[in-house]
């Protein structure tokens, strides 16, 4: 299964162009601030809105291609969508959400029913089929959702900010389910999400899109190791470190530890935004932070009233400071400083 | 959790919601005062020695079945007319929207005898339409029991269509999108989805365009006329009955009350979950 598009719509004063291909199996991510047109591309691909050119092709059927005519609306489309905020249909329960797909192309309501608990299950809601969707936690919300999607076995899933209605604290779980469901479903699988930890947590590849177009896709890997563009920089400059994790410490492959929160043993990356680093001259003597390494200051890159300073050492950081803080620090190319960071900032996931 | 603490949270400000000054309480009392006296008073004229006697005769009975009938059909081509003209008003972008808006919506402000005049004109024997609904179907509508339900639903159809119609606009037509990525037609997805999420302005549009029905006087009596058993329906034998037998009168309004108010709070308890307003 693959999907081979080319979406240009004029949205307003927005002009969406963005070429994206995926292969059955791999989780594509579209990044990008709200405004850049993520969400009018997912539309096109779901069949809500028709492109005015370019093509849509799934499995070599042509779904969209306004040189030909043809358009295939939605609802004739094997194409699974989770929505941002999930949109529940809130006169239902867990379960008759779960079998809508079901009922609407026809299959018979005991049969219907049947497959939705089996959904419910797999999604481990079991217990809230009789739930009305007010009765659901956000995490509780979108798992209904991901069942309600893929009941109906469609070709493709889309989901758009998935994460996006939770809090932090759920945030983490949720997303890490969300991988383990994600994995097991075969088909073309698209993610159209703001935050970058969200795009490298969950997805293979990426396509960072800014004003209706992409500007850079690629590997998580080579995006991150070699962004195009400040743009990309900015918005994918999060710290990911590979290591074995055993009862709340990660080592990493060179040397070196990061304490984190909480985190399943195993193969695991942890995500630190540069935001998150914070940078002293001497060695924290008692501060709250668990971690601190000694750095050397590789670069200096001043963006806007941001820094962005390169650091080496046993663990490679990128910290992110404001200039006030800069010049508090007088921080030059080569001097020895120390980089802090709290446990609880480090995202974790298994690799 | 979350939605736990905000409901909690709801309560205490709800209790902490200040009283309204008291110049507001004095003008809300004497308005309650207004809706509440007339009733009062037809509770305190009621003759109630006659009440049996007069729900006993023939004709009071007549007219209270006839009323019964035809605003309950009146209500129901409301229904089947008015909810697809709603979808269309609030879904479809089309020139000349706010004028057709108006048309259909005209008979709610036109005074209902101007309305049975219209009526005539367009469906009476030598009427528009009605010549030809004579001349070729052998249909008449003037005086007859279908043009009371016709006269009933040209005034009471615009408040369901517009209480249907506010209710669509407002529904959030995503949930709709996400219906139809699972496979529903068009069709489909408003029977399953977008109807019940408006159902509580659908009952609320029921019920008044049965209570406006059932009340309908002006276009009846100027459209259908005054036969009784056909066309004389309960506030047409209330009016006539106040000439020649002021007692029946009361007691006809009495009983018009009590079956209204049976009605509203009937459908309140089992189709607004005797919590939703109706309007």
């Known amino acids: ?351 | 959790m979350a939605r736990h603490s905000q409901q909690v949270t709801n309560v205490a400000v709800m209790r902490r919601r200040p009283v309204p000054p008291w110049p507001v309480l004095v003008l809300a009392a004497v308005a309650v005062a207004f809706f509440a006296l007339p009733f009062l008073g037809l509770l305190w004229r009621a003759p109630w020695g006659r009440v049996i006697d007069v729900l006993g005769e023939p004709e009071v009975r007549t007219a209270l079945w006839l009323s019964v009938r035809t605003s309950l059909t009146a209500a129901g081509l409301s229904l089947v007319f008015g909810v697809p003209l709603a979808w269309v008003l609030a879904t479809v972008g089309f020139p000349g929207r706010g004028v057709v808006r108006a048309l259909c919506t005209l008979s709610m402000v036109l005074p209902p005898v101007v309305g049975g005049v219209a009526l005539f004109a367009a469906l009476g024997r030598r009427g528009i339409a009605g010549q030809y609904l004579y001349d070729w179907f052998g249909i008449r509508l003037p005086f007859t029991t279908a043009g009371v339900v016709v006269a009933q639903t040209f005034v009471a159809m615009p408040f369901l269509v517009l209480t249907v119609e506010a209710a669509l606009r407002q529904h959030d037509s995503r949930v709709d999108d996400a219906a139809r990525t699972l496979g529903g037609s068009r069709w489909y997805v408003f029977r399953r989805v977008t109807l019940p999420s408006v159902r509580p302005a659908l009952v609320a549009g029921v019920v008044l365009a049965w209570a406006r029905a059932i009340g309908e006087f002006g276009a009846t009596i100027t459209f259908a006329g005054n036969f009784p058993g056909t066309t004389r329906t309960m506030p047409l034998a209330t009016y006539l009955a106040l000439e020649t037998d002021a007692d029946e009168a009361l007691v006809l309004s009495l009983t018009l009350v009590v079956v209204s108010f049976g009605v509203l709070i009937g459908l309140r308890d089992r189709w607004l979950g005797g919590e939703a307003a109706i309007a």
């Open chain 1, 1 to 351: 299964m693959t999907l081979e598009a080319r979406v240009c719509v004029q949205r307003g004063t927005l002009a969406v162009d963005v070429e994206l291909d995926a292969y059955a199996g791999e989780i594509v991510a579209i990044l990008g601030p709200n405004g850049a047109g993520k969400t009018t591309v997912l539309r096109a691909l779901a069949g809500l809105l028709s492109v005015e050119a370019g093509h849509i092709r799934l499995d070599d059927r042509v779904l969209d291609d306004p040189s030909t005519g043809v358009f295939v609306p939605a609802e004739q489309r094997s194409v699974g969508v989770v929505f941002q905020d999930y949109l529940l249909f809130r006169h239902m329960s867990a379960l008759e959400n779960v079998a809508f797909g079901l009922r609407a192309r026809g299959v018979d309501k005991r049969t219907a029913l049947a497959r939705a608990a089996t959904w419910l299950g797999r999604v481990g809601l079991a217990d809230h089929a009789a739930n009305r969707p007010s009765a659901l936690s956000g995490g509780q919300a979108q798992r209904v959702a991901l069942a309600r999607a893929l009941v109906t076995d469609p070709a493709m899933l889309l989901l758009d900010e998935p994460l996006a209605a939770l809090d932090a604290a759920t945030r983490r779980e949720v997303r890490r389910d969300l991988r383990r469901h994600l994995a097991a479903f075969p088909g073309v699988k698209v993610l159209v999400t703001h935050d970058a930890v969200d795009a490298y947590t969950i997805a293979d590849r990426i396509a960072v899109m800014d004003a209706g177009h992409v500007v850079q896709s690629g590997t998580i890997a080579e995006v991150t190791a070699h962004p195009r563009s400040r743009y990309v920089a900015e918005l994918v400059g999060v710290n990911l470190i590979a290591g074995r994790s055993t009862g709340g410490v990660v080592h990493v492959a060179g040397g070196g530890t990061v304490v984190v929160a909480d985190a399943p043993d195993g193969e695991v990356f942890a995500a630190i935004r540069p935001q998150s680093v914070s940078l002293s001259l001497a060695a924290p003597v008692d501060g709250s932070p668990r971690n601190s390494w000694p750095m050397v200051v590789r670069d200096v890159d001043r963006l806007g009233d941001r820094v962005r300073i390169l650091l080496a050492g046993a663990i490679p950081l990128t910290a992110e400071i404001t200039v006030a803080a800069l010049d508090a620090l007088v921080l030059r190319s080569g001097d020895r400083v120390h980089a802090s960071v709290k446990a609880t900032e480090v995202e974790v996931y298994p690799a």
